[in-house]
């Protein structure tokens, strides 16, 4: 299930439960503290946003400036890939690892600023380019665009530019890597995990188109300008996602090895844009708190402290991992459980707040 499915679950989950408090003590409440709510200061989040969309769009040029070079490299050798190897392979070896480097360098700019962009629905639509949408095979999901390289091959729909720039640099995407030859960057005769040779036609045609991307993203941003309502959807809609982000990461290479059907989330576990997402919710939140706390000052603090409380976890697990912990299968679908239900009781919480302070959430 994509991102966008997931959460027109969440947001009609939690909305189910606002709908469980008092009816009365609510209607009450939402006709007094409506004017304090629409007075709230966003203008920190909105701050957050540019400062990312910023380091994003320095992150897509790299990349694309890299790929370039790495164009010129297979184009030097009339993309004839084996020769390329036998004539510049430390030269390629390096663009490659610059590309998987700009990736990782990338990846969390944007998952950090995700709780916006994906939970407000002016921006909504950048993350299914940038992060969260499938390709043609999955209709209901898949991104708006398609990528044409210049020697004119069309890729229609291919997927988010997360997974086509992912993908394409680490070699785990057959459709975007050089064909009939064996990526043996550094010539010890066998090719291990991160070593690549990108179809240098596509690769440098989704590069470009990312960047463009991150700049339109970037100057959305500018134009948006942040409402109560976008931060408790925010909150709402992203924070009950757990279990997708936990699922993502049991099938990738860090729980499931070499056994791993998942091509991407190859560069950083993720565990890490969890943690990221996380991090963000938390701006958010404490941007809104203060309203929250005009109408019951225990439940914010609980709130504020049961989402801080779940970054901690997040990022407690990533850290271990880090330092060498080898989670299970069996341990990735019991600790999403915990962070799905610390989660969903977060948004519900939330959406009883907005509905106290009148503000409605947008789906």
């Not at 990526?183 to 090719?191: A, Y």
Request: glycine share 8%.
């Amino acid at each position: 299930m994509m991102r966008s499915a997931v959460a027109a679950l969440a947001l009609t989950a939690a909305l189910g439960l606002a709908a469980c408090g008092d009816d009365d003590g609510d209607q009450a409440a939402t006709t007094t503290a409506a004017p304090a709510a629409q007075g709230a200061d966003l203008g920190a989040i909105k701050d957050y946003l540019l400062a990312h969309t910023t380091r994003l769009q320095a992150d897509a040029k790299a990349i694309r400036t890299d790929a370039e070079a790495y164009y010129g490299l297979a184009e030097g050798a009339d993309f004839d890939y084996e020769q390329l190897l036998e004539t510049k392979r430390d030269e390629v070896a390096a663009v490659v690892q610059r590309l998987q480097d700009g990736f990782r360098k990338a990846n969390p700019a944007y998952e950090e600023m995700e709780g916006v962009v994906a939970g407000v629905p002016e921006l909504a639509d950048y993350d299914v380019i940038i992060d969260a949408g499938g390709d043609a095979s999955d209709p209901e999901n898949a991104v708006p665009f398609s990528v044409k390289t210049p020697a004119g091959k069309t890729f229609k729909q291919p997927g988010n530019f997360n997974y086509l720039i992912e993908t394409a640099a680490f070699g785990t995407e057959p459709k975007f890597v050089a064909k009939g030859v064996e990526p043996d960057l550094d010539g010890d005769g066998k090719v291990e995990f991160g070593e690549a040779l990108p179809d240098a036609d596509f690769l440098v045609a989704a590069a470009r188109d990312f960047e463009k991307t991150t700049q339109e993203l970037d100057a959305a941003a500018k134009g948006w300008e942040p409402k109560p309502q976008d931060a408790f959807t925010a909150l709402v809609v992203m924070t009950p996602t757990m279990s997708e982000y936990f699922g993502a990461w049991k099938n990738s290479r860090f729980v499931a090895g070499h056994k791993a059907d998942e091509k991407a989330f190859v560069a950083a576990s993720r565990l890490q844009d969890i943690a990221d997402i996380l991090g963000g919710l938390n701006l958010i939140y404490a941007n809104v708190k203060p309203s929250i706390a005009k109408v019951d000052g225990q439940r914010a603090d609980q709130t504020g402290k049961d989402l801080q409380e779940l970054e901690r976890f997040a990022a407690r697990l990533r850290d271990a991992e880090a330092q060498g912990k080898r989670f299970t299968a069996q341990d990735a679908d019991t600790l999403g459980s915990e962070a799905q239900r610390r989660a969903e009781a977060i948004a519900g919480q939330v959406s009883q707040a907005a509905g106290r302070l009148g503000i409605p959430l947008e789906s």
